[in-house]
Structures are given as C-alpha cells and as structure tokens.
T-cell receptor
Framework: DTEVTQTPKHLVMGMTNKKSLKCEQHMGHRAMYWYKQKAKKPPELMFVYSYEKLSINESVPSRFSPECPNSSLLNLHLHALQPEDSALYLC??????????????FGSGTRLTVV | GNSVTQMEGPVTLSEEAFLTINCTYTATGYPSLFWYVQYPGEGLQLLLKATKADDKGSNKGFEATYRKETTSFHLEKGSVQVSDSAVYFCALRSDAGGTSYGKLTFGQGTILTVHP
C-alpha cells in the first residue's frame, strides 16, 4: 500500500459546525503532515506530527485542532471556521524527518467549503 | 532560511514542444530536491527527485539535474503531451539545524497548459 487516503473528498460546512477530516497511511511512515492549499498556490504547512507527537504548529488558529490517534491515522478537527478557511486540505506522510532523501506522499485532499 | 524560486507562468505550449521550467533554490545544509505535479482536482504527486549534486532525476520523460554550482534544478521534457497539463512545483527538503523535521519548502508553482 503506497497511498495516503483522505476522507471526505468534499465537505461543505457552516460557520457554527464541527467536522473532522481524516487521513490514513499504511506505509510505516512516522511523520505526517497537514497542509492547506488555495487555488493555484503552493501548499502551506499547518502541522507536523513525528512519531505521533505534534512537532510543528505553524501558528495555525485554534479553530483547527490536529490529532494523531496512532501511527497510521491523522485527524484535523474543525470548529467555528470562517469562509476564508475554504481551501483544499492535504495530508501527507514521509519517512522520519531525518531521512531527507525521501519526498512526501500526498493524499488527494479534502475540498472544504465554509458557508 | 530555505527558499525555492520558480519561473513565473503560466506556460502555454503546443503538443510535442520542448519544455523547460526553471527552478533555483537557497538552502542550508545539503538539500534534497523534488519536482511535484498536481493535476486538476487532485493532490500532489512526486514526479522526480535528486538527493545530491549532479544527480539526475527522471520519470515519464521528465528530467532534472541537481546543479550545486548554480543552485538549480530545472525541469525538462523533450516532447510534451496534452496530458502533461498541470501545475508543477519545485521543492526542497533540508535539515536546517535539526529542528525542521525535514520540512518541505515549495516554489510558487508553474501552470503548464499544452494545446493539441
């Protein structure tokens, strides 16, 4: 299995809703990432988990809350989002951070629309 | 800090034309270099990579050579197809002081459109 699977593929939510994005990989990767991507822009790093511990939070607003229940799963909990949070949310995984020769494997993303 | 600069797009070509997308970088340490491709409505796919100077990465007819002297990693393809239409991102991964967890730094992306 060489894939990163993200669900759902599309999500529409109101500003008062609570929802979660899910990400799963079975490649034995020990680093997992959440990225936000606006149209025709590069992905922006949000969070990094290394060995199931949060390693990097790129000053993301608290309405985004990541969780890593185990080495294969990564969640992003969403609450009280704003319309400007509408974007493609990408999950990625990689070999541990010290192995720089490996790229990331990206999922196909969740297209989030906040109304 | 680390940075990646790509040629500005969009790039529009006819089928079977030669493609070059320029990429230069600034990095501490000894970075690994990558090209990612994003087709419409999809996530990013690793296209090719190079991990040390003078390495050439290649895949699906695309090539890029890691040039340390010019800090460049230009993407080339001899004959593009309509199916190559996508956004191409140059990226690097460098251990900047051991605390970056091998963070991937992206260029701005280049939109390629190939017409029949």
């Amino acid at each position: 299995d060489t894939e990163v699977t993200q669900t759902p593929k599309h999500l529409v939510m109101g500003m008062t809703n609570k929802k979660s994005l899910k990400c799963e990989q079975h490649m034995g990767h020990r680093a997992m990432y959440w990225y936000k991507q606006k149209a025709k822009k590069p992905p922006e790093l949000m969070f990094v988990y290394s060995y199931e511990k949060l390693s990097i939070n790129e000053s993301v607003p608290s309405r985004f809350s990541p969780e890593c229940p185990n080495s294969s799963l990564l969640n992003l909990h969403l609450h009280a989002l704003q319309p400007e949070d509408s974007a493609l949310y990408l999950c990625a995984s990689s070999q541990e951070g010290s192995l720089l020769g490996y790229g990331y494997t990206f999922g196909s993303g969740t297209r989030l629309t906040v109304v | 800090g680390n940075s990646v600069t790509q040629m500005e797009g969009p790039v529009t070509l006819s089928e079977e034309a030669f493609l070059t997308i320029n990429c230069t970088y600034t990095a501490t340490g000894y970075p690994s270099l990558f090209w990612y491709v994003q087709y419409p409505g999809e996530g990013l796919q690793l296209l090719l990579k190079a991990t040390k100077a003078d390495d050439k990465g290649s895949n699906k007819g695309f090539e890029a050579t890691y040039r340390k002297e010019t800090t460049s990693f230009h993407l080339e393809k001899g004959s593009v197809q309509v199916s190559d239409s996508a956004v191409y991102f140059c990226a690097l991964r460098s251990d900047a002081g051991g605390t970056s967890y091998g963070k991937l730094t992206f260029g701005q992306g280049t939109i390629l459109t190939v017409h029949p």
